[in-house]
């Protein structure tokens, strides 16, 4: 049995269920509304973050209905944040499918992306239960807040390693964690369990970004982005830094200066890129995926009691820290 087929097994039909109401959210009778909608049904995707939010349900009580809606307005605010990213970076593809700034334009795009966090907020509203509906107002306050964190570090020509975890927390880690936070509140869990659940899913999200980040430093047809398409962007990721840091590389500086400022040539990222290798920038950043890891392996040991519970986090741990897409 494959890792995705594995972790699902205990929240099979909750997942089926939630496809469903995911699906219905995204329904419009409006011709271009409609048209845009059903370009962002189509991506799809492994729901990575409804399920870590069923299985902490799961583990500390049950996945109610206040679960699925929790979930979906999760899951449709992230949707939101990633079409006004694409405007915001200019991106013309997500995932090796045209965005849909590219496919409408940037107006369509805003406006949509609008209307599906009203969505989500509707969604949430369901809950009727004031911790998720707070959470998730946070959750939009913190992926705004690190989104102008990031673009304000391209600015600067520091390398702080701090900087970078303190905007992958805000922007990836942060929704793993509320994922995770939903999941256990929906469930009636005390504060004390939440706040582990919600460790837990920081520590996922970590490792999530960090292993999506080694992708840019490999070609991949899969993922859907050339080697260095981060550095196009003006991002120093985890194992350039460890590798700038660690050698102080004039050359290599000026060059991660370039990239900052976005004047970088292709040449000159494909030589960051092969130069943070050779340098053990990925050997560094899967040392910290461990770290993580093992972290992660603790809290199931002390917080999941169920096997079924335990082997699905215990794969979804192995599966986002060796996943190859």
Known sequence: MDYL????????????RFEQLFSSSLSHGDGL????????????????????????????????????????GLELLHTASLIHDDV????SERRGQPSLNASFNNKVSVLVGDYILSTALLHVSFTEQQLIIQSLAELGQTLSSGELLQLNNFSHDGLDENIYYDIIEQKTASLFSTCAKIGAISAGADEETVLAATRF?????MIFQVRDDIFDYYDSKEIGKPTGNDMTEGK?????????????????LE????????????????????????????????????????????????FVKEKAISTSLHAYLDFISERKF
């Open 88 to 91: 915001v970076d200019e991106s």
């Open 255 to 302: 060059i991660a200066k370039h990239v900052k400022h976005r004047s970088a040539t292709e040449e000159e990222i494909l030589r960051l890129v092969a130069f943070s290798k050779e340098n053990g920038g990925i050997d560094y950043a899967i040392q910290k995926m461990n770290e993580w890891h093992e972290e992660g392996e603790a809290f199931i040991e002390q």
């Open 33 to 72: 509304l409609s048209q845009a909608l059903d370009h962002i049904k189509q991506r799809g995707g492994k729901r990575m973050r409804p399920i870590l939010t069923f299985l902490m349900a799961k583990n500390f009580g049950e996945v109610s209905m206040v679960t699925q809606h929790a979930a979906l």
């Open 201 to 205: 899913g920081t520590i996922v999200g």
């Open 5 to 16: 087929s594995l972790i699902g097994t205990p929240i099979r039909d909750d997942l089926k």
């Open 236 to 252: 120093l990721t985890l194992p350039a830094l460890y590798a700038l840091n660690a050698t102080t590389d004039k050359e290599m």
